[in-house]
């Protein structure tokens, strides 16, 4: 399974540090994505990173702000996001898809946290 933490409340333009952490699998062998579902809209991928590290941007308005990492030895994904905005408002979820390559498409997760509520107050 998947459990994310670090969501909360934080003000415009401050930052939060979502962790995504696997028990029961390894990383190792998975593309991680980070997805999020704002009120009343469809979730949607937002950054994923692949079993070699490279980066696919899904959401191009994250662009410069948020960061998508992961340490294997802690078997753990990171969301790391700055300059908050209210918009960025939503629920957040990691999900996991065993093979190299990442996909944007929810039907190819293998894995998905249960998800962290992100709330940005203007």
């Known amino acids: 399974q998947l459990v994310e933490s670090g969501g909360g409340l934080v003000q415009s333009g401050g930052s939060l540090r979502l962790s995504c952490t696997a028990s029961?699998?390894?990383?190792?062998?998975?593309?991680i994505g980070w997805f999020r579902q704002a009120p009343g809209k469809e979730r949607e991928g937002v950054l994923c990173?692949?079993?070699?590290?490279?980066?696919?941007r899904y959401d191009h308005s994250v662009y410069g702000r948020f960061t998508i990492s992961r340490d294997n030895a802690k078997n753990t994904a990171y969301l790391q996001m700055n300059s908050l905005k209210p918009e960025d408002t939503a629920v957040y979820y990691c999900?996991?898809?065993?093979?190299?390559?990442?996909?944007?498409?929810?039907?190819?997760?293998?894995?998905w946290g249960q998800g962290t509520q992100v709330t940005v107050s203007s």
């Open positions: 999900a996991a898809d065993y093979g190299p390559s990442c996909s944007g498409y929810e039907w190819d997760q293998d894995y």
């Open positions: 990173i692949d079993i070699a590290d490279e980066i696919t």
């Open positions: 029961g699998f390894k990383l190792d062998y998975y593309a």
